[in-house]
């Protein structure tokens, strides 16, 4: 028998391939071993998905180092981990509109906000379509890794990583807040749906004392050090965040998922 991978010729006892690494299957494929598979990837403690997400959360510093330092057997690696969060982020996406898209009305809540209290805004609001908007959840997400990497970059000029580093930082980081956040939503719309909406704005600020957490590890600052970084990231970041907006509203315009008239007052 040869492994199906690599062609190596295996012993009758062999388990593992000893040339490639990869598992001998000798039976066809049935329920039970895919159900077994599947089982082993996803909730084996040595699993390479399950390490990275316990490592990411305890000792995330020890993840983006090993990979930047040329460790690449450990966990996942950043564009496969990245891979992961846009599919799931896509799921969730599908479920909402399918299911819960009654429970998703971001609109009620902005409506409340005082730079919408005037008729033309409540219309225009009235007009856009979350479901429409949830489309660029993938695009926006995209955007912010390189969008964070540069600010992180520039604010960490003087510390040990490249502006590529800072890449797979938030790759790792932002995947890591994106992955927990699909599964706790899934699970609040299937218990208390209605608090779906609470639970999406809390996750800011956590990403935000998430990424304060990584940082600080990341380069060893001290409180005040962290404090002064996070200031003048959160600056850059508000400057960068109006360059995206401004971005996605181009883009929605050229698709013509809004008009310029949109935005026109109503006779």
Known sequence: MNCKNCHTELHDHDDYCPNCGARVIRN?????????????????????LLRTLISLFIRPEVVID????????????????????????GLSVFIIKKFYLEHFDMMTWMADLEIFNNPYSQEMLAEQSMSSTMEYTSLMFSLMIPAFALISWVVFLDKKYNFTEHIVLYMYSLSFYSILSVIFGQLILMIVPESYIPFILCTYPIMMLYHCYLLKRLFKLSIGQIILRTFLFLVLFGITYVIITIVVLIIQ???GSIKISDFAPKK
């Open 28 to 48: 066809r494929l049935t329920f039970k071993n895919l159900f077994e598979h599947i089982s082993e990837t996803f909730f084996n403690y040595d699993n390479k």
């Open 66 to 89: 090993d990979y930047v330092g040329g460790v690449r057997k450990r966990f996942v690696n950043p564009i496969s981990f990245f891979g992961l969060s846009l599919s799931l982020s």
């Open 253 to 255: 315009l050229a698709t």
